[in-house]
């Protein structure tokens, strides 16, 4: 998919309740048969979005990284969320070896973290969402691969990227 303004969203985020705001902003145009890679270093705050997004999508518990259980799954109301961290994947087989390919469905939503380490044995991204640490703060690009994902996009909330 050709990218153009319609299909990148980029912006600063001052601190953690932004990255949180963030998360919620993206739980409003989303839905099953998703899925979203989230790119960025250590800290960078992939797993604060993520609990932006799960709470604005109800979840009232703690959300914690699945840096060691590699995948945590959230049954909610609108869909179940699957939210992976492949961090610790020595070698992309693993991810057939864990059988993860199962957990995507037309009623699930499927959060990757550290995407590149599945290899291609993930499947396309819908949209990917890059965080980088700036001082205190980051910056985030969120780009659509897909038409799905472009639909998202066009229904999100936030400015367009600057051409």
Known sequence: M??????????????????LQLGATLAAVLHGGIQLQLHGDLGAGK????????QALGHQGRVKSPTYTLVESYS??????????????????????????DYFAADTLC?????????ACLPPADLVLELSVCDASRN?????????GHQCLSRLATPAAAS
């Open 47 to 54: 797993t604060t979005f993520t609990r932006g997004l799960l």
């Open 76 to 101: 909610l109301p609108p869909l179940t969320v699957h939210h992976f961290d492949l961090y610790r994947f020595a070698d992309p087989d693993e991810w057939h070896d864990a059988g993860f390919g």
């Open 2 to 19: 050709a990218t153009d303004d319609t299909s990148l969203r980029q912006g600063f985020l001052a601190d953690e309740s932004a990255t």
């Open 140 to 148: 985030y690009r969120l780009q659509a691969f897909s038409e799905t």
């Open 111 to 119: 959060i990757v973290e550290w995407p590149d380490k599945a290899g």
